[in-house]
């Protein structure tokens, strides 16, 4: 089953926010609207315009307001994905070229900082301040994962909390946000903004766990990079980390490491896929998914709490 | 004269903003607080937050409020600063190591990020939607400049209408908006809202003009960094366009440019500094201090208007 099939109801105004999408990026400069098209046109899930959406039809969905926090917070997950790659080196993201790997790494991140202020110049439409406290604070605390991102990096003896603090900054706010906000803007119940804020910090939680579980078991075509390109990075995730817990594996792993031997590199992976660590993984994942299950159980009955709870489904068994 | 004694009667108020960018640093994050700090610590002029107090007095003048301004358009510049020195490969700025030579690009990457975030974030205690507008319009511009630089580098074709919107762009808008908000935020008269803003261009046109004459005018010890670093580095600047009309000075510098070899750079220097191209563009800033003064006339008489003047006096005949 196709994700989009899960919110039929809203397709119309995803078009919209779609549209508004390129329109935000039409820079007068010409490498500049060039490389940031290219990027919005590889296309991603829009899963952060979704949430906001579905959130906001639990208040008084306005679209024409509504629009701006679902485009401005798609833009966000964008420019952090483009410094993203000037920081990773990687040359495949999403299947396509990396806009670093087409233009260069100065212009990628000129393009991530043109993202993120047309993100920010958008927002200025939402006359609540609110609105923007919540997601200045989570631009701050996006960065900060960034940089901590760097620091654990070939860090073997990082422990799980370490790796859960970085998945929650680089990953969970900002899809607790996009609940938040699509809430907070179209002025749902405040009991209501707190319960979607705390389902898209679970979903989002178990979202980043997925992908790096598909980091490790996905093909080279469907996850439109090579298979364990993060432990390549020296990114040690959920899976590694479950792996590198085992006394004997774990001297195995850290003697063996080379990220330039491909050999090697496909023998840890082999070694992390049979450690235990990958249903380690899903165990968790499945957990904050039945956390998020849990808490938007208590909304009122609607076809937008079944389109959420059916979009946390997916994200436990997508597969790239 | 020093530049700090045209404006003794907001001494206070400046530190408490030196104090405010400090706190706004304290980023729980080791590595980024060193970052952050060490360029705060480096210190700069301070003119932008020194614009908004002293255009905050032409209105309701409330220190607690307007310091969110001058703090936020201090941090934007700095990061726009670290944001450079990735770019240009700086190893020196203001004298000390640049963020960039003391850790790494990506760390200075996001630094950078993280000042802009923190800028947005304390922007967010304005509670007028108008100063958030004109702040990311601002920020848009501001990326759109030094995107245009990147683009601009080693053009010897490029005109003076290129390098005009170049340095508009990347300084005088900030300067004039520093000086608009202080006004907007204060509630100034619209009239003096735009004054100020026009008076601040105006400034900040001449500001980025003087700064280019000095690269090729000041010694090392003065600049903090070697003479005719932006030739070198590629950046074509007033006085070097100048030159640049002469057929025979144009040959001669084109030819002989080799921004490795000292010698030759020296000998295109010395090139520009007798081509008439100093003289020149220290008649174009006078003609903008000239406006500046003009537009600030018409403010009644007071002594933050005296400030204002003096420090657009000061501007034309600063040595670094």
């Not at 390129?22 to 098209?37: F, G, R, Y």
């Not at 900082?113 to 919540?134: C, G, P, S, W």
């Amino acid at each position: 089953m196709k994700l989009k099939r899960l919110y039929t109801f809203i397709n119309s105004d995803l078009d919209i926010i779609e549209k508004a999408l390129e329109e935000t990026i039409q820079a007068e400069h010409p490498v500049l609207k060039e490389a940031s098209m290219h990027l919005l046109q590889a296309g991603g899930k829009r899963i952060r315009p979704v949430f906001v959406l579905l959130s906001g039809k639990f208040g008084n969905y306005n679209i024409d307001e509504i629009k701006n926090v679902a485009v401005a917070l798609e833009l966000i997950h964008t420019a952090s994905l483009v410094h993203d790659d000037v920081i990773d080196n990687a040359e495949l993201r999403r299947g396509g070229l990396t806009v670093k790997a087409k233009w260069d790494n100065r212009i990628a991140m000129y393009t991530g900082d043109y993202i993120f202020a047309r993100a920010v110049e958008l927002m200025t439409n939402i006359n609540k301040i609110e609105a923007h406290q919540v997601l200045s604070k989570t631009m701050v605390e996006l960065v900060i994962g960034e940089i901590e991102q760097i620091k654990d990096k070939y860090d073997w003896d990082q422990n799980l909390r370490t790796y859960f603090r970085r998945i929650k900054r680089k990953t969970a706010i900002l899809i607790a946000v996009s609940c938040g906000l699509g809430a907070i803007v179209s002025e749902a119940p405040i009991q209501v903004q707190r319960q979607l804020y705390r389902f898209g910090y679970n979903v989002g939680m178990a979202f980043q766990i997925t992908d790096d579980i598909l980091d490790f078991t996905g093909t080279e075509k469907e996850l439109g990079k090579p298979a364990g390109s993060d432990l390549q990075q020296g990114n040690i995730t959920l899976p590694a980390l479950y792996a590198l817990r085992n006394e004997n594996l774990r001297k195995e792993i850290v003697t063996t490491f080379d990220p330039n031997n491909e050999e090697k590199m496909r023998y840890i992976i082999s070694l992390v896929k049979t450690s235990g660590g990958i249903e380690y993984s899903k165990e968790i994942s499945e957990r904050y998914l039945k956390k998020a299950h849990g808490i938007i159980k208590e909304l009122p009955n609607c076809k937008e709490k079944t389109a959420l709870l059916n979009i946390a489904k997916y994200i436990g068994k997508r597969k790239f």
